[in-house]
Every structure is written in C-alpha cells, then in structure tokens.
C-alpha cells in the first residue's frame, strides 16, 4: 500500500495480485471500503470487469481520503475488501491519520 499527496488531497493505492484464475472467464474486481464513521453506508465501488486468461494480474485502484459534504475519514483503522465475482477474497486493515 502507498500514500500519495497531491494538492493537498492523500489517496492510498492497492497492489493484489489475483493468482486464483483456473481458467479463461469473466472477471468482476470491486472493491468495499469500511470506513469508520458516523452514518454507516457502505459502497461497493468497481474496479474493472474483464475476460483474464490463467495467470497472475496486478491491479490497483486510487480512493481518494479528501472529506467532503457526503462523505467525511475519521482517523483510526480502517479495512478495505477486494470482492472477485461476488466473492470476498482479500481484506486489510489500515490506518488513518490527520
């Protein structure tokens, strides 16, 4: 995981290789933030959906931690979910600072 800072707005990106593909298919990423906060709505937000022969296929995604008026980071641990065809298949927990 990386942090980056660019006009004063920090974003994190995720590396995970998907090293579970058998065979050729269809592929749905995603990914499900749980951010500790005060209004409890979660949102599953896609990464790519694509056709992948067997093999090993980084990827990664930028979320910006910028508030805003919907949506305000509170420090503290977070976790972050990478769903594969609807299937939960890596978590990790992360922490924020301010």
């Known amino acids: 995981m990386q ?3 660019k006009n004063g707005r ?5 590396f995970f290789t998907n090293s579970s593909i058998n065979k050729f298919g269809d592929i749905i990423k995603q990914y499900y ?3 500790d906060k005060e209004k409890f709505l979660n949102l ?3 990464i790519t959906e694509n056709t992948y022969n067997p093999g090993n296929y980084p990827f990664s995604r930028k979320h910006s931690f910028a508030d805003m008026s919907t949506r305000k980071h ?3 641990e977070h976790r972050i979910t990478i769903i594969v065809n609807g ?4 978590n990790k927990s992360f922490e924020v600072k301010r």
């Open 74 to 76: 509170f420090e503290g």
């Open 87 to 90: 299937e939960e298949m890596a």
């Open 3 to 5: 942090t980056k800072e």
């Open 33 to 35: 933030p749980e951010f």
């Open 44 to 46: 599953i937000f896609k």
């Open 10 to 14: 920090k974003t994190k990106r995720y």
